[in-house]
Nanobody
Framework: QVQLVESGGGLVQAGGSLRLSCAAS????????MGWFRQAPGKERELVAA????????YYADSVKGRFTISGDNDRIAVWLQMNDLKPEDTAVYYC???????????????WGQGTQVTVSS
């Protein structure tokens, strides 16, 4: 079991930047992947970005590609999400997550943070 703690959310104007951080309270055991999800009011939760420790491959949703960058530290079980050129449609609660599956789908993340609010004003 991995306890995740995330931070970095806040209010920002369109075009601004934020950096989200997430780390395990302690290294209980290795995970294969970590990622960031978001959920806006009235919308389904979606996977925004992910990093797989096996090979260091990354994934980005089309809506954020070129604007967001995910990075991680496998030893610390930690991930960061650098969000640039933020848009009002990026407004959502962002969740850090980790998976014990080797190549997880968005439905196979089994450890979660508490969520942090990101609000982008126009």
């Amino acid at each position: 079991q991995v306890q995740l703690v995330e931070s970095g959310g806040g209010l920002v104007q369109a075009g601004g930047s934020l950096r989200l951080s997430c780390a395990a309270s302690r290294r209980t055991f290795s995970t294969y992947a970590m990622g960031w999800f978001r959920q806006a009011p009235g919308k389904e939760r979606e996977l925004v970005a992910a990093i797989n420790w096996r090979g260091g491959s990354t994934y980005y949703a089309d809506s954020v590609k070129g604007r967001f960058t995910i990075s991680g530290d496998n030893d610390r079980i930690a991930v960061w999400l650098q969000m640039n050129d933020l848009k009002p449609e990026d407004t959502a609660v962002y969740y850090c997550a980790a998976s014990s599956y080797r190549t997880p789908t968005s439905g196979e993340y089994n450890y979660w943070g508490q969520g942090t609010q990101v609000t982008v004003s126009s």
